[in-house]
């Protein structure tokens, strides 16, 4: 009787199939699955920066997928998966029994096939009807399909919660890793979450979710799936699941945002769920240096100004016990409300050991912070760590090479670093401050601040535009200036509150000299300086109209003074910055490549008002990309690919001269510290603003350009002694050598018409065969000093027939 009512079911199931069948949706279009695919953000080399869709999606091929991930799926949803026809009758038969019996509904009987077909297809509303549109559904689909097939496309479309569909996304969520890398016992959790995404979430419940999971390996385990010994290593393994932040395998979200809110613009939100590739211009090793080298520095400035104390306090105190249930989900889920900062992990204080500190993390279980790793912080009553405070510790190498942890804390100061290429405007690394998700303000394009010093170079420039030269004697000395436009008298004085008297302009540049820079702009004249100044793509109406222009009033982005210093660097052309690189189709095929331009005294000569001429990678130098396009005015697509030329602003003997001047600023100046490197190619200026309120070093080689800055966001002094070469060098050095690493040495062929003769260091003029201290300086040809009418007025050795200009 029991099998002849099995088979009047199957039968009536069939009868009403075939009542639906005409209403119901064709299941072809399964077999070319195109899912809504995030927008995916890569650095030039292909490492993922960032991924944005209302759908978090990381679509798997079958044979991608980890066997303990199916089979934790299997055993928790349908395990005849393998064996039923895509209805499991057996288990249906169930539902209807319970339903007989009870009158409950039951969400049994639903096999991974059907709700494939749900998922696809049909609405979650529970009515016989769908349950009937469902199954028919389920015996189509198993028609048309494998088993693995429809297995792939089940895990690469079910809901997992937290945006995230299929478990790719899942584990790049909840674990920030892929799918392959996944433990047994995050398996099994992501495994669970189909049943109900809200009510399992590891996030959201973990108390739940963890009851979930012990069921998922129970079943396994029942299943033979696994041994007694996995078991009890995967239901004994923490919830160690944390919401991942920018599903990134890079910290570049800074250069992301930007680089999303422009595929926003072009695409709408299409942009989203389109699939599309976006290549940035960043070098993956480059922008790690910068990350790792802008941290460290934010890090050692804020040790150098003390230990603020715990970042929260949970509560818990000495009578606490730690292995409760209920405590060990208060501390998490309080630790959890704190932000991630990568490289900073969360910690609750369990108590000291003597004059270490005991501590456990979420991801890392019970850790120790020595003696040596407190010592830095100098505790006192008023800051040191109690048990329940939360607090932050870094892993950190010792002298000796060996790792330990050192107590750390979330800098109040703030940071930005952006290196780029100065032949083809490329961004190779930025990082607009310590974390993004701290704030996502972008400090390196949009933060507008003060120079300081790291101004002068660019006024340098416009004074030998104007007739003088590196020798050109300025004097040092008090001076107080009536100038409306500022006070009714101003007194400036130099860093060191010392005067110097006369100093020529190259010696005041490596030595930071502030009244010689005044001076300057004054024998230039500020107009002449400000159309000088603004042809390094500097917007005038921020270049200050009175004298404190000279000393770097004017308010500039990180990324302006960079491409500033980029003129110096590639010879005299105003290059245009992006990081924007090629815009790819979700089946790699090319949309966009964005039109740049090139700026280098060894490039193919170009007419800046003819037609884009194609330049085959041949013509080019080896170190420039040449996926050069522009967009056609149809809209986005692809052209020939081009160069354009820069426009020169400043001639290659300028250029090479500052070059010359701020090489000696690295080797004996302000920023000798950058000697460490142990390079001759480096050039560039620390700058320190009024009550040290900004640290600055710009500095670059042919390859290179990089600016370093630290500040206040609310500005306010950086404290006595923190100058650029102090707080902002420092950040420079440790990119540079990672950057530079391998890297040959670069530096600007000599233009002609440059003439180095021997000179008086106090005059600046030839010197004599008697001169003491005479040192080599180079000029512009028409511009050397002229020699003394009579040539035997010089004291020389007798018989010395050289002509003056043999001695040149």
Not at 685 to 709: I, M, P, Q, R, S
């Amino acid at each position: 009787m029991g099998l002849i009512g099995v088979l009047a079911a199957i039968g009536g199931f069939y009868a009403l199939g075939a009542y639906y069948k005409p209403d119901l949706p064709t299941v072809s279009g399964l077999e070319d699955l195109e899912l809504q695919v995030p927008l995916r953000i890569y650095t030039a080399d292909g490492v993922l920066m960032r991924e944005y869709g209302a759908e978090r999606r990381a679509p798997l091929d079958y044979d991608q997928l980890p066997q303990s991930l199916i089979e934790a799926v299997l055993a928790a949803e349908d395990d005849r998966f393998f064996e039923h026809p895509g209805v499991d009758w057996q288990g249906l038969l169930r539902a209807v029994w319970v339903l007989a019996t009870t009158g409950e509904k039951s969400q049994g009987g639903s096999t991974i096939t059907m709700q494939l077909a749900r998922n696809f297809f049909l609405t979650s509303e529970r009515t016989y009807e769908r349950k009937l549109r469902e199954i028919y559904l389920a015996l189509e689909i198993e028609k048309q399909l494998s088993k693995e097939e429809i297995l792939e496309r089940y895990l690469n479309k079910i809901f997992l919660g937290n945006r995230a569909y299929g478990v790719g996304a899942a584990a790049e969520v909840y674990y920030g890793k892929p799918a392959a890398e996944l433990t047994l016992a995050q398996s099994a959790m992501i495994a669970g979450l189909p049943k109900a995404p809200s009510s399992y979430n590891p996030i959201a419940n973990p108390e739940r979710a963890l009851i979930r999971r012990n069921y998922v390996l129970r079943r396994m385990r029942e299943l033979g799936y696994i041994n007694s010994s996995q078991f009890d290593a995967a239901i004994s393994a923490p919830v160690t699941a944390e919401l991942a932040r920018g599903l990134g395998e890079i910290d570049a979200d800074y250069v992301a945002e930007m680089l999303r809110a422009d595929m926003v613009e072009r695409y709408g939100d299409q942009a989203y769920t389109g699939g599309f590739h976006v290549r940035s211009t960043l070098d993956s090793r480059l922008q790690r240096a910068a990350d790792r080298a802008l941290k460290t520095a934010l890090l050692a400035y804020d040790q150098r100004h003390g230990y603020r104390g715990p970042e929260a306090r949970t509560g818990f105190d000495e009578q606490t016990d730690w292995s409760d249930p209920d405590v060990a989900l208060a501390w998490r889920e309080q630790l959890r409300d704190l932000p991630t900062i990568r490289g900073l992990p969360k910690a609750v204080v369990l108590g000291w050991d003597g004059d270490a500190l005991n501590v456990r993390t979420l991801e890392l279980g019970d850790q120790q912070i020595t003696a040596e790793g407190l010592e830095w912080a100098e505790l006192t009553a008023g800051n040191r760590p109690q048990i329940g405070d939360v607090i932050r510790m870094e892993s950190v190498t010792t002298d000796e090479g060996h790792k330990i942890w050192r107590l750390a804390q979330i800098p109040q100061v703030q940071g930005a670093f952006v290196a780029l290429d100065p032949v083809t405007g490329e961004v190779k690394a930025m990082v607009g401050g310590f974390d993004y998700f701290l704030g996502k303000f972008n400090r390196a394009v949009q933060a507008q601040r003060q120079p300081g010093s790291a101004f002068k170079p660019l006024l340098y420039s416009a004074a030998l535009a104007n007739g003088m030269t590196p020798a050109t004697v300025i004097n040092d000395a008090p001076v107080v200036f009536d100038d409306p436009a500022l006070e009714d008298t101003w007194r400036p004085e130099n860093y060191t509150g010392r005067f110097y008297g006369p100093t020529r302009m190259r010696e005041a540049l490596v030595n930071s000299r502030n009244l010689v820079s005044i001076r300057l702009l004054r024998q230039v004249g500020i107009d002449a300086a400000r159309d000088h100044i603004s042809a390094f793509g500097l917007p005038k109406e921020r270049l200050p109209r009175d004298l404190s222009l000279a000393l770097g009033s004017a308010v500039l982005s990180p990324l302006e003074l960079a491409r500033a210093y980029a003129v110096f660097a590639n010879g005299g052309y105003l290059i245009d910055p992006f990081w924007l690189d090629a815009i790819e189709s979700a089946t790699g095929e090319p949309i966009a490549m964005p039109p740049r331009r090139i700026g280098c005294a060894r490039c193919p000569a170009l007419d800046e008002a003819a037609p884009a001429v194609p330049i085959t990678a041949e013509q080019a130098p080896d170190q420039q990309r040449m996926l050069f396009g522009e967009q056609p005015a149809g809209g986005p697509g692809i052209d020939e690919p081009i160069l354009r030329p820069a426009p020169q602003v400043i001639d290659a003997q300028n250029a090479w001269l500052m070059t010359s001047m701020m090489q000696d600023v690295v080797s004996r100046g302000t920023a000798r510290r950058a000697r460490s490197l142990g390079r001759d190619d480096l050039a560039g200026k620390t700058g320190t603003t009024n009550d040290e309120n900004d640290a600055w070093f710009a500095g670059y080689n042919g390859h290179l350009v990089g600016v370093a800055w630290i500040g206040f966001d609310q500005m306010r002094p950086l404290g006595r002694g923190e100058a650029g070469g102090r707080a902002a060098l420092p950040m420079w050095i440790d990119f540079m050598r990672t950057a530079l690493d391998g890297v040959p040495s670069s530096t600007l062929d000599r233009p002609p018409g440059l003439v180095t003769v021997r000179i008086d260091p106090a005059t600046g003029e030839l010197a004599t065969y008697g001169t003491e201290d005479a040192v080599f300086e180079t000029f512009p040809a028409d511009l050397v000093p002229k020699a003394p009418e009579h040539y035997s007025d010089w004291s020389r050795p007798k018989g010395d027939s050289k002509s003056v200009e043999d001695l040149f």
